[in-house]
C-alpha cells in the first residue's frame, strides 16, 4: 500500500476517537499488551516519562522533550492528536516519523491487527513503542491519550509520573466529577515511581495522596517548590514570555524566556521543573542551560504549534487549542487582556463537549464566525449558531474553517484581534499554520 492507502486502512479498519468519538474507545489494556508481547516488549527497552492531565500534558510534554533535546540526549516523543498528519504523533529529535517506516510497520503487523482487533489509538501506541525501541532513543516522553488508568500507554514502567491540570473534560468516559477524573489520571503513577503533580488543586490533591500511598510513590506537588512570575508583561503580539522562577521562596529562575506565550503555561511550568529536578536525581546530565534553550526554544527543537500560536498582524490573528471549561476560560481571560478595537470569534467545536457551558463562557461583545471541522464529531454550524444565540452570541454560520477565517480577516481592521478555535480540529484546518 502507499502511505495514503495505509492510512485510509488504519482509519477505516481502526475506528479513531479524535473523528468518531466514543465508538472508537476501547477502555483496557489488554489488546496492548498483546500487541506489545508480540512485538517483544519494546516498551521494556524505554527510559520513559508519562504526562497525563486535563490541560496542559501536551505543551507540558513538548517542553520536556524540548529540554532534553537541548541536553544533548536522543528524545522520543510521543503526542495526540496530530494537528496536520499523522506522523506528527511519533517524534525522534522534532523529525515527524518517516512515512515509509508507517507503511512497512503495517504491512508487517496487518494479521497481527486482525487478530487483536485494536482500536487505532492502540495501534499508535505500539507503533510509537516499537519505533522508539528500534531508533534506540536515550529518553521517550509520552503523553498519555484519554484519561490514564485505561490508556493503553500505561503499560510503561517510567522514570517519572507527571500529571498537569484535572479539568472537567470527556465526561461520559472519565467521570463527572473532578475527583473522579483525578483517580483516572491518577492511573498512571506506579509502584515506587516518583508522581509529579503541576498544580495543587485542593478537590483533588487528596485522590493524589491516596494513591501515591498505597502505590508507595514518592509524590511532589510542583508549585508548592517552584512560583512562576512574569517578570515583564509582554506586548500582544510577542511569542514569547519573560519569566522568573522562584524555587522555595528564592530565586531560581531569572529572565527565563519560554517560547510558549499562553499565560496558562506558567501553570505547567512548575511541573516541567520538578521533573527536570527528578531526572537530574536520577542521573541525567541537564544544565541551567539546556534548561533555558529547551525552554526558548521548543518549537525549533519539537515542531510544537497550536497553543496560542500567532498567525498574524494587524490585525492580530492567534489561535489555539482549548476545547473544554477550563480552556475556554484561560483564553477568555488571555482575550480580556489584549486592546483591540473588535473582537473577531471563528469558533467550533465538537459534539462530545458540554457545549453550552463553554459558550456561556465567551465574550457577547465578540463577532462570531461559526464553522465546522471535517470531522464525523464536529457540531454542524447551524445547531452551533443556535446555541450561541441562546447565550446571547451573535455571528453566522460559515461551515468550512478556511471560509470562516478568511471572512473573519476580511472583516477585520487592522486594530482588531481575530481569535480562531474551539476545537483541536478547528486549528488543524487553518491553512497557514
Known sequence: MTYQQTLDFLYRQLPMFQRVGEAGYKPGLERTEALAAAMGNPERRLRCVHVAGTNG?????????????????????????????????????????????????????????????????????????????????????????????????NIIRPLVSLITNISLDHQNLLGDTLP??????????????????????????????????????????????????????????????LLRVLQDGEMYLDNLELSLAGDYQRLNLPGVLATVEELRRQGFGISEEALRNGLRDVHRFTGFKGRWTILGRQPLVVCDTGHNEAGIRFITEQLARLPYRQLHMVLGVVNDKDVSKMLSLLPREATYYFCQATIPRALPTKELLEKAAAVGLQGQAYGPVPVAVAAARAAAAPDDVVFIGGSTFVVAEIEEL
Open 180 to 241: 473522579l477524573i483525578a483517580a483516572e489520571k491518577a492511573g498512571i503513577i506506579k509502584p515506587g515511581v516518583p508522581a509529579i503533580i503541576s498544580q495543587t488543586q485542593p478537590e483533588v490533591a487528596d485522590v493524589f495522596r491516596q494513591k501515591a500511598a498505597a502505590e508507595g510513590a514518592p509524590l511532589h506537588f510542583a508549585d508548592e517548590r517552584f512560583q512562576v512570575e512574569l517578570a515583564q508583561q509582554p506586548a500582544p503580539d510577542e511569542p514569547t514570555q
Open 57 to 153: 500534558k501536551g505543551s507540558s510534554s513538548n517542553l520536556m522533550a524540548a529540554i532534553l533535546q537541548a541536553a544533548g540526549y536522543k528524545v522520543g516523543l510521543y503526542t495526540s492528536p496530530h494537528l496536520k498528519e499523522f506522523t506528527e504523533r511519533i517524534k525522534v529529535n522534532g523529525r515527524d516519523l518517516d512515512p515509509d517506516y508507517l507503511v512497512q510497520w503495517v504491512a508487517k503487523w496487518h494479521g497481527l491487527f486482525d487478530e487483536v482487533q485494536p482500536s487505532f489509538f492502540e495501534m499508535c501506541v505500539a507503533l510509537c513503542f516499537d519505533y522508539f525501541a528500534e531508533q534506540q532513543v536515550d529518553v521517550a516522553v509520552v503523553e498519555v491519550g484519554l484519561g490514564g488508568r485505561l490508556d493503553s500507554t
